[in-house]
């Protein structure tokens, strides 16, 4: 029998915890950020969304852990464990900011995705909101992989978490888009959060293997994948990419133009 460090069973515990969710602390969250604080005129002068702002009181409720200037940077919050960025936009706007902090302490990624979403549309000249209509779009954390890419040489990094949370949205838009209905390349006003429905977390490389499905067989292509994990053919490459890269999977062989890859 090998024992684990303790190290790394302080690691596997702390993945657990924040795995499971806070109903009753998210909802304090919103009320907090859209009742308080909006009324205060506080959030939007720094270009803040509500999206961010709710995720970043939620993880962390006391304000004066919030914005702390490290180096030439600020992190969204500081604590004694470590540094937390809560990331709503590109991923590239963090590699930077995040090399820098990777070498400083822990740092866990927090990056909100889509629940269910519902739509509502912004008349920008006479302000009328439609009413809201629910998104067919369902969301994973697939959804994650086109930003992690954009990471994927710091996904390998020991000061580095990743935390994929799911939350229900309403989403306002401008009617401001260049197709007939305005809708097609409009504008994104805000989402404001209504309740918190998943949370995923990864510690290290080798919990990446979770987008790799339990059932796909030993050895398997990015076609394999991309049927057993029902996503798109590119989203299944980009995945594979990724967890080569960390060292979660590996190259044993080829089909024609294909890899074939199997789990390390």
Same mark, same amino acid.
């Given at each position: 029998?090998?024992?684990?460090?303790?190290?790394?069973?302080?690691?596997?515990?702390?993945?657990?915890?924040?795995?499971?969710?806070?109903?009753?602390?998210?909802?304090?969250?919103?009320?907090? =950020?859209?009742?308080?604080?909006? &009324?205060?005129?506080?959030?939007?002068?720094?270009?803040?969304?509500?999206?961010?702002? =709710? /995720?970043?009181?939620?993880? %962390?409720?006391?304000?004066?852990?919030?914005?702390? !200037?490290?180096?030439?940077?600020?992190?969204?919050?500081?604590?004694?464990?470590?540094?937390?960025?809560?990331?709503?936009?590109?991923?590239?706007?963090? !590699?930077?900011?995040?090399? %820098?902090?990777?070498?400083?302490? @822990? /740092?866990?990624?927090?990056? @909100?995705?889509?629940?269910?979403?519902?739509?509502?549309? $912004?008349?920008?000249?006479?302000?009328?909101?439609?009413?809201?209509?629910?998104? @067919?779009?369902?969301?994973? /954390?697939?959804?994650?992989?086109? &930003?992690?890419?954009?990471? !994927?040489?710091?996904?390998?990094?020991?000061?580095?978490?990743?935390?994929?949370?799911?939350?229900?949205? %309403?989403?306002?838009?401008?009617? +401001?888009?260049?197709?007939? +209905?305005?809708?097609?390349?409009?504008?994104?006003?805000? !989402? $404001?959060?209504?309740?918190?429905?998943?949370?995923?977390?990864?510690?290290?490389?080798?919990?990446?293997?979770?987008?790799? @499905?339990?059932?796909?067989?030993?050895?398997?292509?990015?076609?394999?994948?991309?049927?057993?994990?029902?996503?798109?053919?590119?989203?299944?490459?980009? =995945?594979?990419?990724?967890?080569?890269?960390?060292?979660? /999977?590996?190259? =044993?062989?080829?089909?024609?133009?294909?890899?074939?890859?199997?789990?390390?």
């Amino acid at each position: 029998m090998s024992w684990l460090t303790f190290t790394q069973l302080y690691d596997i515990i702390q993945c657990m915890e924040t795995s499971s969710y806070d109903k009753k602390g998210f909802a304090v969250a919103c009320e907090s =950020v859209m009742y308080s604080a909006r &009324e205060q005129k506080q959030i939007g002068t720094l270009g803040e969304k509500t999206l961010h702002a =709710v /995720v970043k009181h939620y993880i %962390e409720p006391d304000d004066s852990k919030h914005e702390i !200037r490290i180096g030439p940077f600020f992190a969204d919050i500081v604590t004694d464990s470590g540094i937390i960025e809560v990331q709503t936009r590109s991923f590239n706007n963090l !590699r930077k900011k995040l090399k %820098e902090f990777l070498e400083l302490a @822990p /740092v866990t990624v927090v990056y @909100p995705l889509p629940g269910t979403k519902w739509l509502l549309w $912004i008349d920008g000249q006479t302000g009328e909101v439609t009413k809201k209509r629910k998104s @067919p779009k369902r969301y994973s /954390v697939y959804d994650a992989i086109g &930003e992690l890419y954009k990471i !994927r040489p710091l996904l390998s990094h020991p000061n580095m978490r990743l935390r994929i949370i799911f939350i229900d949205i %309403e989403e306002y838009r401008y009617l +401001d888009g260049w197709s007939k +209905d305005r809708k097609k390349g409009s504008t994104r006003c805000d !989402r $404001i959060p209504k309740d918190i429905v998943g949370d995923v977390c990864f510690c290290s490389p080798a919990d990446y293997i979770r987008f790799i @499905p339990d059932d796909l067989r030993s050895r398997f292509t990015s076609k394999d994948l991309k049927i057993a994990a029902k996503i798109n053919l590119h989203t299944a490459q980009t =995945v594979l990419n990724i967890l080569h890269h960390i060292g979660t /999977v590996r190259r =044993v062989d080829k089909q024609g133009n294909l890899y074939v890859y199997e789990r390390q």
